[in-house]
Nanobody, 121 residues
Framework: QVKLVESGGGSVQAGGSLRLSCAAS????????MGWFRQAPGKEREGVAR???????MYAESVKGRFTVSKDSAKNTLYLQMGRLEPEDTAMYYC???????????????WGQGTQVTISS
C-alpha cells in the first residue's frame, strides 16, 4: 500500500521560507514522477514542482528561482524548499506520485492528504 505523508506547512510572512516534506512508503516504482501541487480556495489545482527518477526537475514559472524540489532516496522523502514566499503562494500543498504526474497532477496515481501554507503580507 502506497502512502504519502506531507509535513512542514505553516504560516509565515511574505519573504520568508518553508520546507515541505513528503514521506513515501510502499512506493517502489523504478521510473517515477513525484511532485508538489497546490490548490488555493476557488482556484484549480496547479503544478508547483516535479522530480523524476531521471533526476530531472520541472517548475512552474511562478516559482522558478524561489522553490527547489529534491529527493532523499535513502529516506524515500521528497522535499520542497520554498523561499521568498509571496501571499500568492498561499494554498494547500499536495504531494503526488506515480509513473507520471502530468503538469497539474492529472496522471498521478497516489496523493497525500495535503499541508496548508499561508503567507501573510
Amino acid at each position: 500500500q502506497v502512502k504519502l505523508v506531507e509535513s512542514g506547512g505553516g504560516s509565515v510572512q511574505a519573504g520568508g521560507s518553508l520546507r515541505l516534506s513528503c514521506a513515501a512508503s510502499g512506493f517502489t516504482y523504478s521510473r517515477y514522477c513525484m511532485g508538489w501541487f497546490r490548490q488555493a480556495p476557488g482556484k484549480e489545482r496547479e503544478g508547483v514542482a516535479r522530480f523524476y527518477s531521471s533526476n530531472t526537475t520541472m517548475y512552474a514559472e511562478s516559482v522558478k528561482g524561489r522553490f527547489t524540489v529534491s529527493k532523499d532516496s535513502a529516506k524515500n522523502t521528497l522535499y520542497l524548499q520554498m523561499g521568498r514566499l509571496e501571499p500568492e503562494d498561499t494554498a494547500m500543498y499536495y504531494c503526488a506520485a506515480g509513473a507520471s504526474c502530468g503538469p497539474n497532477g492529472g496522471r498521478a496515481e497516489y496523493w497525500g492528504q495535503g499541508t496548508q501554507v499561508t503567507i501573510s503580507s
